[in-house]
């Protein structure tokens, strides 16, 4: 990998201090408000507790804005001729992707370990094996979100679209089980919203597969193949869109 | 041994929109040997760009073969021996000019030093400042530099001026001529007719997705040397003035309009001498044939 390209994304990235609000600050201020300020945060979930829960579900809404973002640059990049402008060394579009991939996911790392930090400092509770699955989990599950920022960028070509990408994810967290705990038929809903099997897969080493019921305070159960197939199903969606949308922005060209 | 570095044979480029077939480059040949400066003029729309979009690999012609160094264009760009300042490229705004110039590097095997290449192409002091907050002039420098980190033995510039100042357009080409003199082979594209004069040793017109003329600058520059001459007259003395006009060698065209006498010449300083003075004409004016002029005889003459 070019590491120089790599360092020198990631400077560019840090130096956007708004950027690196919405991407880490945010998330982290949410969790100390919803997760670890309430008196409902230690209430017990299996061997972990509530703090947990909502650390987890920050974390992964940071996790996803990250590589949001970052999908969505590419796009931008493309439409400044940035991309032209690399088309003119030696440097192959794998190298190029391969580079984002890793800049994408050091900077979604950013929030999960600022958010399990502060988790860690402020009562969230579960055995060493949860937080290490939850956090591979929510790392390697933002990255198909990249493909969705992507997305949003190739169809609408503006860097504005990009920003609404961003942003439509706080909806998608509402949808998606991560802001509050869904039950019912709002529950029955959000099974079929991208966020939600992404982030039921990264809880489910702490549920054990259910998820939170806030009326009764107990789990309801949810099989395996729910979340699983939300996920692959969404993330299949958003390669065939981001193939599609790529070879029509070259015959563009 | 002079080598050729570019070979064009044929090359067409069609474009189809919404049903329509463009015809971008309508068969071009072309064959360019080391150390030439070489000006591919023509006005927008020519398809200059378009031949240089192939010729680097950005685009597959249509039909025809087209080599560089007898490669194909991107195992060319791969290896270092073609770059360019495009039109089109663009900047990432939010890196500073000496990032951007690392970042380039970085994706080279062996790439001059950043200093010599920064000096080379006048962004010494400018290092440390974001490229969002240089002038255009500037960001074309930068644009410059990036191509010769390559260090390629061939440089291709499209509309490298467009956009600068009197001041930012000399500076820029006194650091081409810089490089063509370390044996670099140039092609730039422009559609003003004084920058191909000035640095071109050899001029090939582009119209309509076709060469019109392909010669030494001093050849290309009879072909367009038409001068029109413009004076006012009394109204008595017009006739007789326009008659002597025409009857001068040189004169392509005598028009008249009002009081105003225009001629058309490739002697244009004879034809002020002999006619201004004898019929007491005033308000002289001399301009150059504009280009788009120099084109529509060309493509007259070709189609002819």
Redesign the interface.
């Known amino acids: 990998m ?1 590491t ?2 790599y360092r ?1 994304e990631l ?2 990235l840090v ?2 201090y708004t950027n690196m609000f919405f991407t880490a600050g945010l998330p982290a201020f949410l969790y100390l408000i919803f997760g670890a300020g309430p008196e409902y945060g230690s209430d017990p979930i299996r061997e972990g507790n509530v703090s947990m829960w909502i650390m987890i579900a920050m974390a992964a809404y940071g996790a996803v804005t990250a590589t949001t973002g970052i999908g969505g640059s590419v796009a931008v ?1 493309r439409m ?12 192959s579009d794998r ?1 190029y992707v391969t580079v984002k991939a890793a800049v994408a996911a050091t900077i979604a790392a950013v929030p999960i370990l600022l958010i399990y930090s502060l988790g860690y400092l402020t009562g969230a509770k579960a055995p060493l094996s949860v937080w290490l699955i939850s956090g591979a989990i929510v790392l390697v599950g933002a990255v198909s979100f990249a493909l969705y920022g992507l997305n949003f960028g190739l169809a609408f070509r503006s860097e504005a679209a990009v920003s609404a990408a961003g942003g439509s994810l706080v909806v998608l967290s509402f949808l998606g089980n991560i802001f509050i705990p869904l039950s019912g038929w709002q529950l029955a809903v959000a099974k079929f919203t991208p966020l939600y099997g992404y982030v039921s897969l990264a809880r489910r080493a702490l549920t054990g597969g259910g998820t939170l019921d806030v009326e009764t305070g107990g789990l309801i159960d949810v099989p395996l193949w729910q979340p699983l197939t939300n996920a692959v199903v969404w993330t299949t969606v958003f390669a065939v869109a981001a193939l599609f949308l790529v070879k029509r922005s070259r015959t563009r ?1 | 041994m002079e080598h050729s570095c570019l070979h064009l044979r044929a090359l067409k480029k069609e474009f189809n929109t919404k049903g329509d077939i463009t015809r971008a480059v309508d068969g071009v040949d072309l064959e360019v040997r080391q150390g030439e400066i070489v000006a591919l003029l023509g006005p927008n729309g020519a398809g200059k760009t378009t031949t240089i979009d192939m010729i680097l690999g950005f685009t597959d012609p249509t039909s025809g073969t087209l080599s560089v160094f007898g490669e194909s264009p991107r195992d060319a760009v791969r290896a270092g021996r073609v770059s360019a300042v495009l039109q089109t490229g663009g900047l990432l705004r939010d890196l500073k000019v000496g990032e951007t110039l690392e970042l380039v590097a970085s994706t080279y095997q062996n790439p001059p030093p950043i200093e010599e290449v920064a000096t080379r192409a006048g962004l010494d002091g400018l290092e440390k400042r974001k490229v969002q907050q240089c002038s255009g002039g500037e960001q074309q420098r930068l644009r410059f530099a990036l191509a010769l980190l390559a260090n390629p033995d061939l440089l291709i510039l499209d509309e490298p001026t467009s956009g600068m100042d009197v001041g930012g357009r000399q500076t820029f080409w006194e650091s081409m001529r810089a490089e063509a003199a370390r044996g670099r082979t140039v092609v730039f594209a422009t559609h003003y007719l004084q920058e191909a004069e000035d640095y071109a040793e050899r001029i090939v017109m582009m119209a309509d997705g076709r060469i019109v003329a392909d010669g030494s600058t001093d050849q290309i520059r009879n072909l367009a040397t038409d001068r029109r001459v413009s004076a006012r007259f009394s109204p008595a003395e017009l006739e007789a003035a326009a008659a002597a006009a025409r009857a001068m060698p040189g004169t392509n065209s005598v028009e008249v309009q009002d009081n105003r006498l225009i001629v058309a010449t490739v002697d244009s300083d004879a034809v002020a001498r002999n006619i201004l003075g004898p019929w007491n004409g005033s308000d002289l004016e001399v301009s150059a044939a504009s280009l788009e002029d120099a084109f529509v005889n060309l493509t007259q003459e070709i189609q002819s």
């Open positions: 070019n120089t390209f020198l400077r560019r130096r956007d990049e400044q001729g940035w991309t032209r402008q690399l088309g003119l060394t030696p440097m190298d060209q």
